[in-house]
């Protein structure tokens, strides 16, 4: 089979892809990649369709040996990747031989590694995506993370790619203690006093030990609620901001579930929660508030970056 195999599964190794929509009114939350810049950047320099699975790893990583040759690409966190006890750079496509070792070690820059393979990885779609839901237990490799001894084959492996050499990027550089995360206000801001949301706005919070891909729970001043937070349960969104009881916010990401009885103080913008997802424990997190407009702006940008680097990509096919 030519594929990759599982010598060790890192700290916590799932296969991902964007994610599982259109299901979440039967309860089914979208799961899917943490940092959703990293993975269309790693498709992009592979010449990989877009939504192309992956493996995405958290603060320590995979050791992987390759039983085919294929070519690779490491976005995201940098891990200290070595191929064949050789140190190599991320965001580059590097090609491996059948037999090398790929082991990814400790993040010192970032959270979570993006580990993507040319043609990606043969595993069954399920409700429409590849992707893992460790709480429901679905997707990916029989829905839990990737341990020792695991097997999974190359779809399309391209052994052959085109100008390998320009293939490459600058890495993005995550190693800051304080993250600004841009805000946009939700209609249930009326739930909360205006030294809460004020507060929300000029203090600092910090991350959590306790964070994970559902939720990341922050410390730092309470957001002060009028009557109650209680709420009879409404939809969630990517970045959504619960407020509970204790007035301690928690960003509800990919792995959220779908509904939620707390009420929402806004949500982070989608062009910062790649770069939220890269922020871990006891990184502190200040919040700006911007417009939806100034949010949407923030989006295209993205996505027109993203764009002009699959265009030049595509002119070495």
């Known amino acids: 089979m030519d594929g990759i195999k599982i010598k060790n599964g890192g700290a916590l190794t799932t296969i991902q892809d964007k994610g599982r929509y259109g299901a979440q009114q039967t309860g089914f939350g979208p799961c899917g990649v943490m940092d959703e810049k990293s993975f269309h950047i790693a498709n992009a320099l592979l010449g990989n369709k877009e939504n192309e699975a992956m493996l995405e790893a958290t603060l320590l990583g995979p050791e992987v040996e390759f039983t085919g040759e294929n070519n690779f690409v490491i976005t995201g966190a ?4 070595m191929l064949d006890g050789v140190p190599i750079e991320g965001y580059r496509v590097w090609k491996a031989e059948k037999g090398s070792v790929l082991k990814l070690r400790f993040a010192k820059n970032g959270v979570r590694a993006y580990l993507a393979f040319a043609g990606g990885l043969d595993v069954p779609e399920v409700m429409g995506s590849k992707s893992t839901g460790l709480k429901i237990k679905m997707g990916g490799l029989n829905g839990r993370k990737l341990e020792a001894g695991d ?14 050499e320009r293939r490459r990027m600058t890495p993005f550089d995550y190693q800051k203690k304080e993250w600004n995360i841009r805000v946009v206000l939700g209609f249930q801001k009326d739930y909360f006093t205006g030294e809460g949301i004020n507060a929300f706005f000029t203090t600092p919070y910090t991350i959590l ?39 301690k916010p928690i960003i509800l990401m990919a792995d959220r579930q779908t509904t939620g009885g707390y009420a929402k103080l806004g949500a982070v913008i989608s062009a910062d929660l790649p770069l939220l997802a890269q922020a871990g424990p006891g990184n502190k997190i200040r919040f700006e508030q911007v417009s939806v407009e100034e949010a949407q702006s923030a989006l295209r940008i993205e996505r027109k970056e993203l764009k002009k680097l699959e265009r030049r990509i595509n002119r070495w096919l």
């Open 151 to 164: 097997e999974i084959a190359f779809v399309r492996p391209a052994l052959k790619l085109s100008h390998l």
């Open 78 to 81: 940098d891990m200290g990747a």
């Open 209 to 247: 030990q306790d964070s994970d891909r559902m939720g990341y729970r922050l410390e730092g001043e309470p957001v002060t609620c009028r009557k109650t937070v209680d709420i009879i349960s409404d939809a969630t969104v990517p970045g959504a901001i619960q407020i509970p009881a204790n007035g």
